[in-house]
C-alpha cells in the first residue's frame, strides 16, 4: 500500500458519494464532499472561504497567503462524479498493483487530492515567501460547470492550473461544444392515408444526411496541431406515436465540437443553413432549430510564461528522488471539454496538468498512485517558482 498523505487524502474523498445530482436524478451531490475538503483545509491552517453555487452544491475555496505580495496562482479541480451504474463498490477506495480504485478516483479526485496535498507540502516547508496561492474546489463540472461560473465571478489569480487528468503531460488546448436541437415538423394521418401525411422522421433523415456530409467535410479539413479536427455526431433521436401513423414530430439533439479559431455559435448556424437548404428544395419541409448549451474551445500559447515554469516544476518534481522515473514533460492537447474554458474566458491563464489513469465514466476506473504523488510535487515546486517570481 503506498504510505503518502495525498493518496490517504484521495481514498477519503474517493469514499465520499459526490455523484451530480443533475445528471443522476436523486444523486448526492457535491455537499459532503464540500464539507470534508473545507474541514482538511481548515486544518492545514488555510483561510477556507464557501461559495454557495446552488442548493447543497457549495465551491469550496482554501487560500495560502505568501509573507510578502506576489502573482497568484490558482489549482482548480472539481468535485462532482458522474453515476456509478454498473460498479460494484464504487465508493471502496481499492490499491492494487500500484494502482488506486474507485469511482472518482481518476476524474478527478486524485487531481483535487494532489492540489490540496501540495499546500500542505508547502506549508510544512515554511510556506511562500511570496504571493498566494488559492485551492478552488468546484461543483458541477460534469453537467454545467456552474461552479466555475461562479468562481471566477468572485476570484481571480495571474494563473491556474486545473488538474484534471492528463497523463502527467502538460495540456494547453481542449476542443468546446454546441449542443444543438432539431424538430422536424410532419403532418399525423393514419398509415393507410399517404396523401394526407407527412412523415416527420422521414424529414429528419434529410436532416441526417446532410449533417453525416458536414461531418465528413469537418474532419477533412487541416487538423489543430494538439487537437485535430471538428466533428459533429447524432446524440439522441425520438418521434413518431404508433406504427399505424404518420408520425407529426420528429427530435433531434446533435452535438458539434469545436477548436480553437472557430466562433462562437458556429454549429447552431452550420445547422440553421442545412434547415435553409432543405427548405428552399421542398416547400413543404418544415423544420426548426436552436442552440441548448454550448462551451466555447480553450488554448494557452505554448510560450506563454505559466507553460515554461510549470516545464520547470514538472522537471524538477520528476527528477526527484522518490519520483519514479520519467521522460520530460510533454506538451499536448486535451479532446474533453474543461473548466478551464471558464477560467480562460474570465482572463485567468489556465493549463492542464494531472495524474495518469484510466477508466473515465466507465466501470473500472483507476489512477497510478504514484503518479498523483509526482503531480502533488510538481504542484507544490510550481507554486514556489511562479508565486514568487513578481
Given at each position: 500500500m503506498t504510505q503518502d498523505p495525498v493518496i490517504d487524502l484521495l481514498k477519503a474523498l474517493v469514499r465520499i458519494d459526490s455523484v451530480n445530482p443533475s445528471l443522476v436524478s436523486g444523486a448526492s451531490g457535491e455537499a459532503a464532499i464540500a464539507r470534508a475538503l473545507a474541514e482538511h483545509m481548515r486544518g492545514m491552517g488555510l483561510d477556507v472561504h464557501i461559495q454557495d453555487v446552488a442548493e447543497g452544491r457549495p465551491n469550496v475555496v482554501g487560500v495560502l497567503d505568501g509573507r510578502e505580495p506576489g502573482r497568484s496562482l490558482m489549482f482548480c479541480g472539481h468535485i462532482?462524479?458522474?453515476?456509478?451504474?454498473?460498479?460494484?463498490?464504487?465508493?471502496?477506495?481499492a490499491e492494487r498493483d500500484g494502482r488506486v480504485y474507485g469511482r472518482g478516483s481518476q476524474d478527478m479526485k486524485s487531481g483535487v487530492a494532489a492540489m490540496v496535498d501540495a499546500a500542505r507540502v508547502l506549508r510544512d516547508s515554511g510556506g511562500l515567501d511570496e504571493g498566494r496561492l488559492?485551492?478552488?474546489?468546484?461543483v458541477d463540472e460534469e453537467h454545467e460547470s456552474?461552479?466555475?461560473?461562479?468562481?471566477?465571478?468572485?476570484?481571480?489569480?495571474?494563473?491556474?492550473?486545473?488538474?484534471?487528468?492528463?497523463?502527467?503531460?502538460?495540456?494547453?488546448a481542449h476542443k468546446g461544444f454546441e449542443w444543438v436541437e432539431i424538430e422536424t415538423e410532419g403532418r399525423a394521418a393514419h398509415g393507410s392515408r399517404p396523401r394526407e401525411g407527412r412523415d416527420a422522421i422521414r424529414l429528419m433523415g434529410r436532416v441526417l444526411t446532410e449533417l453525416d456530409a458536414l461531418d465528413h467535410e469537418l474532419q477533412s479539413r487541416p487538423p489543430h496541431p494538439l487537437l485535430g479536427t471538428a466533428s459533429l455526431h447524432a446524440s439522441l433521436i425520438h418521434g413518431g406515436r404508433e406504427l399505424s401513423s404518420y408520425p407529426d414530430r420528429c427530435h433531434l439533439q446533435m452535438e458539434r465540437r469545436t477548436v480553437p479559431g472557430e466562433q462562437p455559435g458556429r454549429g447552431a448556424r452550420e445547422?440553421?443553413?442545412?434547415?435553409?437548404?432543405?427548405?428552399?428544395?421542398?416547400?413543404?419541409?418544415?423544420?426548426?432549430?436552436?442552440?441548448?448549451?454550448?462551451?466555447?474551445?480553450?488554448?494557452?500559447?505554448a510560450d506563454h510564461p505559466l507553460v515554461a515554469t510549470t516545464k520547470l516544476a514538472v522537471a524538477a518534481a520528476s527528477s526527484a528522488p522518490s519520483a519514479a522515473p520519467s521522460a520530460a514533460p510533454s506538451v499536448s492537447g486535451?479532446?474533453?471539454?474543461?473548466?478551464?474554458s471558464v477560467?480562460?474566458?474570465?482572463?485567468?491563464?489556465?493549463?492542464?496538468?494531472g495524474p495518469t489513469g484510466a477508466g473515465?465514466?466507465?466501470?473500472?476506473?483507476?489512477?497510478?498512485?504514484?503518479?498523483?504523488i509526482t503531480c502533488r510535487n510538481a504542484l507544490a515546486e510550481l507554486a514556489r517558482r511562479w508565486c514568487g517570481t513578481r
Open positions: 462532482d462524479t458522474v453515476g456509478v451504474a454498473g460498479m460494484a463498490q464504487p465508493f471502496e477506495p488559492i485551492i478552488a474546489c468546484v456552474i461552479g466555475a461560473d461562479a468562481l471566477v465571478k468572485k476570484w481571480y489569480a495571474d494563473g491556474a492550473v486545473v488538474t484534471e487528468p492528463t497523463d502527467l503531460a502538460i495540456a494547453i445547422v440553421a443553413d442545412i434547415l435553409a437548404r432543405l427548405s428552399a428544395a421542398d416547400p413543404e419541409f418544415k423544420a426548426a432549430s436552436r442552440q441548448l448549451f454550448a462551451r466555447s474551445p480553450y488554448e494557452i500559447a486535451m479532446s474533453f471539454w474543461t473548466d478551464a477560467l480562460g474566458d474570465a482572463g485567468i491563464p489556465s493549463l492542464l496538468f473515465l465514466h466507465g466501470v473500472e476506473e483507476w489512477v497510478e498512485a504514484q503518479s498523483v
